[in-house]
């Protein structure tokens, strides 16, 4: 890879990751998949948004897996992020509460009680 | 009708005591009375890591942010800023100049985190470069290859003033400048990823979330020094964090990020990973190139510095997981930047593992200067089941205890040597009324004893001689002069140890000896352990007058000592009694007996 085509896919990259403010109409499911999450069970919690998509043919969603957010004491974590609805970090989710997150926060925009959790800081990438 | 608010209360532990029931009903009710059920959704939620100004209550998604809202306050909460859309100022958080800040973003930082080092984890996918690079990533080698002399990447490390996060706080720019000024055919910089103290995770953590952090530093690493070669020592028990970086480094190969010419600049670096066999000891630097040279990992004495005669004899300079990490933010925000937050000899942040008795436990970034109370009340929570707090051990096996006089020192690496402890790599265990302090101080002792390789005698027999001496006062046979003893032990062990395991082995005894005294003086003169971990100190007894025979003891205690008719008042054999504390968990009626 050169400079030139390094540059390119920051900026495609950073393109894609703003998108979603301009009214992108695609979700994204963010599971922390740390050692912490995993063990916390967070390889079911991924199994049961993938089933609950399927069995209600949701398909503009994407699923992804990340690190630690951090929030050990309430693993799994999930985030999701929407048009439509701010973005939302949701602790202790097993699969019902997976099924609970899809059903409520993504088909009725609405939040789930008692999972609600806040970032734990400001994002340094984002603020030049 | 679309909901278009949400207004979210605190429901953390902290702030839950504080009436945040109350706000969360009443706001609910505000709700409903000012017909705006299909609107507004009020939810509970965990804690926002501002229990000091708690309750919190945030409207989204505008974000603004009130705090000590009191119950009263949510009629007018809904009625104006919910119908009317005018916030209520006067509960609107204030900074310290009085000026209202609205939102949370115009809070300077009112989490108290600051993410450096976990800036991409829980962010981005670890398995995929590409968003690594939208996130700024190999930016900062972008610059340093085509814009900056290795001298000047020193220089900037320099001016951050960015210590060792290993432990030690050794300056990071230092290290480098000695590594690249002994003259050499070749020059390794490697990366010790070792960790493996109880308690801390931090660096696999890094790893699992954020691998291509670490793998541009070391190449920024290797540009600034003149090495071309990188070692990556990490403990074989870490699977997730080894898949990761070696997915990390296909990447990074494959893009040309890694190897000849990277990005067409002339310079070449490539990175091997070696695993290590989980001894704690091989973390300590020049135990660790001995392993990777592929003989037992025994250290060996300084000088000569790695830096000078390290890897196969070559320059070599090995820096921590935590300090890569901050590497490329420092080269793309500058080390001005990064040398704002902090204190005067610590800048930057720390990561910690917050455990033990705690109610968020997790990892936290703050930034260095910030108070253990804090992180334990504000960021932590605060402890479990409302106990009351102990102390926090810091630093692990290597470190010390900090008792509660302790909570409102700043946490950098001088204050924490000052009080007999250590910043260590970030393991902090929260203790509370309900841990032995000579107990605790056991565990770590154990772990020494254990990992010592054996090598020096101070360590060797001098840990051995300690963990006789603990053993001997849980077990209520401790003597006065035991005391001192083990202070003349510690003392010897910290100046004659061959490296600084067996040189800190003594710090967890060292530190509770001046700060619990009077817990190690109850054990040796009234035989009394005030928590009931020390096993030999504890008898569990039936009080016949609340005995109301239900059975239940009985039935829980896994060795079958106690006995006693239905409805009546039941006894424990103490010859078989194990003091697992079973029946004093299962009593209903207070009925067993701790002394
Ligand atoms: C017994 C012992 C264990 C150590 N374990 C680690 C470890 O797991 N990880 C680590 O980074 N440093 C560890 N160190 C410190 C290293 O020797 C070395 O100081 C450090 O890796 C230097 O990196 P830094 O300057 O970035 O902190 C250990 C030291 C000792 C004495
Ligand atoms: S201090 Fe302990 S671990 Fe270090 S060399 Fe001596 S015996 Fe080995
Ligand atoms: S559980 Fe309590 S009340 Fe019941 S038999 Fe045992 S000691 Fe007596
Ligand atoms: S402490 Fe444990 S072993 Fe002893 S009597 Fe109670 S349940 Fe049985």
Redesign the pocket.
Known sequence: MTLQELRAMREAGQKAMDRRVGGDKSIEIIVGMGTCGIAAGAKETLDAFVNELNSKDIRNVVIKQVGCMGFCHSEPTVEIRMDGMPDIIYGNVDPETARKIVHSHILEKKLVDKHVFDRPSKDIVKEK | MALNNFCLVCGGTGCESSKADDIFKNLRTAVEAHGLTGQVQVVKTGCFGFCEKGPIVKILPDESFYVEVKPEDAEKIVAEHLVKGRPVKELLYKTADQVTAKTEEDIQFYQKQIRIVLRNCGIINPEDVQEYIARDGYLGLEKVLFEMTPQQVIDEVKKSGL????????P?WL?WTNTSKTPADQRYVIC??????PGAYM?RSTLEGDPHSVLEAMTIAGYAQGATKGFIYIRAEYPLAIHRLEVAMKQSREMGLMGKNILGSGFDFDIEIRLGAGA?????????IQSIEGKRGM?VPKPPFPSVSGLWGKPTS???????ANIPVIITKGGDWFASIGTATSKGTKVFALTGAINNSGLVEVPMGTTLREIVYDIGGGIKGGKAFKAVQSGGP?GGVLPAASLDTPIDYESLTKIGSMMG?GGLIVLCESDCIVDVVKFYLDFSVE?SCGKCAPCRIGGRKLLNILDKITKGKGTLEDLATMEQIGFAMQRASL???G??TPNPILSTIKFFREEYLEHIEQKKCRAGKCKDLVTYTVIADKCIGCTVCARKCPVNCISGERKAPHVIDQSKCIKCGACFDACKFGAILVS
């Open positions: 210590r060792g996060r290993g432990g030690a706080g050794y990071t290290k010790n990823a070792d960790e493996g103290d660096d704690f000891v091989c973390g300590e630097e020049t135990a660790l250290p090995i820096n921590n997981v935590e300090t890569y290597s790599s990992e490296c600084m395991l040189g800190t």
